[in-house]
């Protein structure tokens, strides 16, 4: 399990690690920056489900040993190369190399493990992830710093081969399990089928809570007042809590202490609570807009809080925000992947793996667009709080939905 741990890892780290440095410098125009930052997601939508159904064909082992191999390659590209046009390419390769290991490596985590175990396997699995999600802005800088762009494509072309090397040594051979002739119609049933569209549904409103929260919590709380520092802490909050709720609820599931229905609804209700949260601060700080020395004068209708008192209610707002939406959505993941291999038959793993990763993909552009519209037109507070209702909205219908589907409450 471990190299599964680590391709989790790599794919996780080398997205955010690239995309929080290439404005550092590397890119100047925001155009290029959108083009770069959009290739990989791009790559990632349209190939996922395609490496799905490979995995499923050919056997999940090799295509995760085909895509690390791959990363490492388009890695290497622009470490050789450092130019411009070759960091377009470099950045395509990875993304269609991670959409091949990535569904890959999920079916694997569900074929080698039994159904009593697969909570636990995936929360494991969702924590490394996580720690790769919350290292990458870090250890990207850090890189970025020391030696350039040449030095992190460097570091991540070294890691994919090692992870290949890892998993080709460790990884057993799982052959692909003979299974029937499935039309078009076949699959879009499967598709369609509650026991798919629930879990996936709900996985897809907790990337997108996650991307907006990473996102446009920084900007709320430099609206509040706070520095670089303080909204990048409240973002490794945010994917901490993350990472360690995910092994916990694994856990519950397997134990027997958590339903996923339970476990969905309350994940979605709690990721709810979060974006509302960052709604009213994102109101409280519209309210009471700009930091002071003395307090302002309440009769003349100037609300203004003193420095100190505005920054701690600030930084407060964006931590509980952040430490809310991670628990949620590391609540869901772990619960959310086990249901889907456990209602799964084990010869389309990977075509399931691979469907609902694009959900997922669709989740993390669709929230921060969804997000950015609504506060162009009215305001950030508007956007935050219509994601909190539609997630609020997710949790009744799973809570409605998913009990004809998955085991009830004892």
Known sequence: MWPLYAAGFTTAFGAHAIAATLGAGTVTSLLVLGGLLALYDGAEVLLKPVFGS?????????????????????????????????????????GAAASAFSPAASALVAR????????????????YKSIGY????????????AGGMRLLFSVLAALGAAVALWALLAVPVVPPLPKARQTVVDLARR????????PTGALAAATAALSVGVGFLPVSGRAAGLGAVATGAAVSVLALTAALVQPWAGRALDGGRLTVRTGLTAGLAVTAAGVAT?????????????????????????????????????????LAAAALIGAGTGLITPLGFAALATSTPAERLGQTMGAAELGRELGDAGGPLLVAAVATAAGLPYGFGVLALLLAAG????????????????
Do not use: E
């Open 54 to 94: 490979l995995a499923d064909r050919v056997g999940a082992r090799p295509v995760l040993l085909g895509g690390l191999v791959a990363f490492a390659l388009a890695s290497a590209v622009y470490a050789v190369a450092d130019s411009p046009g070759w960091l377009w390419a470099a950045r395509l390769g990875q």
């Open 278 to 318: 960052a709604a009213a601060g994102a109101w409280l700080t519209q309210l009471f807009p700009t930091p002071v020395t003395g307090w302002g004068d309440v009769s003349s209708g100037v609300r203004h809080f003193p420095t100190a008192a505005h920054n701690a209610a600030g930084i407060a707002g964006v």
């Open 112 to 127: 080698l493990n039994p159904a009593a175990r697969r909570g636990r396997a995936f929360g494991s699995y969702g924590f």
């Open 395 to 410: 949790a009744l219908l799973a809570r409605a939905r998913l009990h004809v589907t998955f085991m009830p409450d004892p």
């Open 134 to 145: 919350t290292l990458g802005p870090l250890l990207g800088g850090l890189l970025v710093w």
């Open 191 to 198: 598709l369609a089928d509650r026991r798919f569209l629930g």
